[in-house]
């Protein structure tokens, strides 16, 4: 494993982090109507697994010899609940993204490193699984085999 470049991946994710506790606290404060009493909350516990999340790789960053960025990534915000929830599950896949990268780093050589991104990465999966439930869903894939008919079994 090399160690550098674990490390700037791991400040990656947690310039991601950092972005996911802002962007989440924003939109909880936003959020207006009747759907505030819904959203706020889920918003606020979305920021909250963010800052946990954070501490997490920002502890490990120290532990493999590296420094913490205090950098975050650029915050998407609306007043509008749909690109609200749009917004989040970019953000939730991306961050799906960056921890499958990391991941692929850290090879078989730190197995306490390798069940931490495995972790999270479960916890960001699912939060792209209720996203896409709560925006209706993605299309169902249609198998090869029925594209040409158009066919979904």
Same mark, same amino acid.
């Given at each position: ?5 674990? @490390?700037?991946k791991l400040n990656e994710i947690l310039r991601w982090e950092y972005t ?9 404060? /936003? ?19 963010? =800052?946990?999340?954070?501490? =997490? ?9 590296? @420094?913490?960025?205090? &950098? +975050? *990534?650029? %915050? ?8 609200? !929830?749009?917004?989040? =599950?970019?953000?939730?896949? &991306?961050? %799906?993204?960056?921890?499958? &990268?990391? /991941?692929?780093?850290?090879?078989? #050589? #730190?197995?306490?490193? +390798? ?6 990465? !479960? ?10 439930? /709560? !925006?209706?869903?993605?299309?169902? *894939? %249609? ?11």
């Amino acid at each position: 494993m090399d160690k550098g470049k674990v @490390i700037d991946k791991l400040n990656e994710i947690l310039r991601w982090e950092y972005t996911g506790v802002v962007q989440y606290t924003q939109q909880s404060f /936003l959020i207006q109507d009747v759907w505030r009493e819904v959203y706020a909350p889920m918003f606020r516990k979305s920021a909250d697994e963010s =800052l946990g999340h954070a501490r =997490l790789i920002g502890d490990k960053i120290v532990a493999l010899g590296g @420094i913490p960025t205090v &950098e +975050r *990534a650029q %915050v998407q915000q609306s007043t509008d609940l749909h690109e609200m !929830l749009q917004h989040s =599950l970019h953000f939730e896949s &991306e961050a %799906v993204r960056h921890y499958t &990268e990391a /991941l692929g780093l850290c090879g078989d #050589d #730190d197995a306490a490193l +390798r069940v931490l991104l495995e972790d999270v990465l !479960l916890e960001e999966q699912e939060g792209v699984d209720h996203l896409q439930k /709560l !925006l209706g869903g993605q299309k169902r *894939a %249609v198998p090869a085999k029925d594209q040409r008919k158009g066919k979904v079994s």
